[in-house]
């Protein structure tokens, strides 16, 4: 990443000195192209200040993979980390800033990279981006709470299922037959449900597996087409505040607060930051972002209001420093990762209770399916 300073002819006719950060002259003059601007001069490229002071900061990898390691180990207990585990592996084969502020997967761990600035002491800091890295990233750990209810509960419900098939079943049929009854709704489809588990198991094994293939296809159809209707008028409100554009937010936030903290210009910060959150329409609207910001004579923040949340947009605009609230836009990270904590709380005691009373549905059911046909026939010979 190389910046260039130009001077060009703007559409209206007008002169414009700017600059415009990119790999290499050719790609330079093409990002000006795109922005309508007749070139006349552009400079040599030269290394921007931020992205030495990111590589200033790479000379500490190996301190960096030493805790990063250490923070796997505490993650790994459930399934181990594929993130982090690349992020290891890029600092050791020596990855550096050109790579982290261009690469999705590296993008991500820029705030963790620059708290390891030579002047700055940030041990506190590193402890609160571990606990939120692991409340972010481990999201099968999440999961493994959330659906623990979803999936054990149906399972336990389906072994027993089975059990009464082989065992109980069987018995109330026979008498059901000897005594000729006529049987209710409910009691002629468990006793055609047990007599497929019992004479069919293979098949009944399978049809399960089946049901639950499409259950989750459904699930992960669904989940994608939330995140590809972001702007739809009626999809897009259920994926607003979700759990995984709150964790997209809180990570464009974070990595913003640590780029402007490095004086990297507001356009490139804020398209870095779009590509460390993760979340497609963050990263589109970022781009989007960059490019308005880098089409104006001064920049101005409104330009974003459309894209991002308007506390947001407060916070970049120039203080009495002229700067934007790197500390306001670092709690805004902080508020939104508390935002997702509270969701994954109110999830874990909605699931759970639930899921008990839909376990108690379903052996109610079984019960009464096999009772009705025993209280008419009490019925009957008390008659």
């Given at each position: 990443?190389?910046?260039f300073?130009?001077?060009?002819i703007a559409p209206?006719?007008?002169?414009?000195?700017?600059?415009v950060?990119?790999?290499?002259?050719?790609?330079?003059?093409?990002?000006?192209?795109?922005?309508g601007?007749?070139?006349?001069?552009?400079?040599?490229?030269?290394?921007?200040i931020?992205?030495q002071?990111?590589?200033?900061?790479l000379t500490?990898?190996?301190?960096?993979?030493?805790?990063?390691?250490?923070c796997?180990?505490?993650?790994a207990?459930?399934?181990?980390?594929?993130q982090?585990?690349?992020?290891?592996?890029r600092?050791?084969e020596g990855?550096?800033?050109?790579?982290?502020?261009?690469?999705?997967?590296l993008?991500?761990?820029?705030?963790?990279?620059?708290?390891?600035?030579?002047n700055?002491?940030a041990?506190?800091?590193f402890?609160?981006w571990i606990?939120?890295y692991?409340?972010?990233?481990?999201?099968r750990?999440l999961i493994?709470?959330l659906?623990?209810?979803?999936?054990?509960v149906?399972?336990?419900y389906?072994?027993?299922?089975?059990?009464?098939?082989?065992?109980i079943?069987?018995q109330?049929?026979?008498?059901?037959?000897e005594?000729?009854?006529?049987?209710?709704?409910?009691?002629?489809r468990l006793?055609?449900?047990?007599?497929?588990?019992?004479?069919?198991?293979?098949?009944?094994?399978?049809?399960?597996?089946?049901?639950a293939?499409?259950?989750v296809g459904v699930?992960?159809?669904?989940?994608?087409?939330?995140?590809?209707?972001?702007?739809?008028?009626?999809?897009?409100?259920?994926s607003?505040s979700s759990?995984?554009?709150?964790?997209?937010?809180?990570?464009?936030?974070g990595?913003?607060a640590?780029?402007?903290?490095?004086?990297t210009p507001l356009?490139?910060?804020?398209?870095?930051?779009?590509l460390?959150s993760?979340y497609?329409y963050?990263?589109?609207?970022?781009?989007?972002?960059?490019?308005a910001?880098n089409?104006?004579?001064?920049?101005?923040v409104r330009?974003i209001?459309?894209c991002?949340?308007s506390?947001?947009?407060?916070?970049?605009?120039?203080?009495?420093?002229?700067?934007p609230?790197v500390?306001?836009i670092?709690?805004?990270?902080k508020i939104?990762m508390?935002?997702?904590?509270?969701?994954?709380?109110?999830?874990?005691?909605?699931v759970?209770?639930m899921?008990?009373i839909?376990?108690a549905?379903?052996?109610?059911?079984?019960?009464?399916?096999l009772?009705?046909?025993?209280?008419?026939?009490?019925?009957?010979?008390g008659?």
């Amino acid at each position: 990443m190389l910046r260039f300073e130009y001077r060009a002819i703007a559409p209206d006719g007008s002169f414009l000195n700017g600059e415009v950060y990119s790999e290499d002259s050719e790609s330079a003059n093409q990002e000006l192209q795109s922005r309508g601007l007749n070139i006349q001069t552009i400079g040599p490229g030269t290394i921007p200040i931020w992205i030495q002071t990111i590589e200033k900061c790479l000379t500490q990898r190996e301190e960096m993979i030493g805790c990063l390691e250490s923070c796997r180990s505490q993650s790994a207990w459930l399934k181990s980390d594929g993130q982090l585990a690349t992020l290891i592996r890029r600092l050791r084969e020596g990855a550096g800033a050109n790579e982290f502020v261009a690469e999705r997967e590296l993008a991500m761990f820029l705030p963790l990279i620059l708290l390891f600035a030579p002047n700055r002491n940030a041990a506190s800091e590193f402890n609160d981006w571990i606990q939120s890295y692991l409340s972010q990233s481990n999201q099968r750990r999440l999961i493994w709470k959330l659906v623990s209810y979803p999936v054990i509960v149906p399972l336990i419900y389906l072994a027993i299922l089975v059990f009464i098939s082989f065992t109980i079943i069987p018995q109330f049929r026979q008498m059901f037959d000897e005594f000729q009854l006529k049987l209710p709704g409910p009691t002629i489809r468990l006793l055609w449900i047990s007599e497929q588990i019992s004479e069919h198991p293979a098949r009944s094994f399978l049809g399960c597996v089946m049901f639950a293939g499409v259950a989750v296809g459904v699930v992960t159809v669904f989940r994608i087409l939330l995140d590809h209707s972001q702007d739809a008028p009626f999809l897009g409100h259920f994926s607003r505040s979700s759990k995984k554009q709150l964790v997209g937010m809180s990570r464009l936030t974070g990595t913003l607060a640590e780029l402007l903290r490095i004086e990297t210009p507001l356009p490139e910060a804020i398209r870095i930051a779009g590509l460390a959150s993760g979340y497609r329409y963050f990263r589109e609207e970022s781009m989007s972002a960059a490019y308005a910001l880098n089409s104006v004579r001064q920049v101005d923040v409104r330009l974003i209001s459309r894209c991002f949340p308007s506390t947001l947009v407060f916070a970049l605009q120039p203080g009495s420093n002229q700067k934007p609230s790197v500390e306001l836009i670092q709690k805004l990270s902080k508020i939104y990762m508390d935002r997702v904590e509270q969701r994954t709380k109110f999830a874990e005691s909605f699931v759970a209770p639930m899921m008990t009373i839909a376990m108690a549905w379903l052996i109610g059911g079984i019960v009464s399916a096999l009772m009705l046909p025993m209280f008419s026939l009490i019925t009957s010979l008390g008659g």
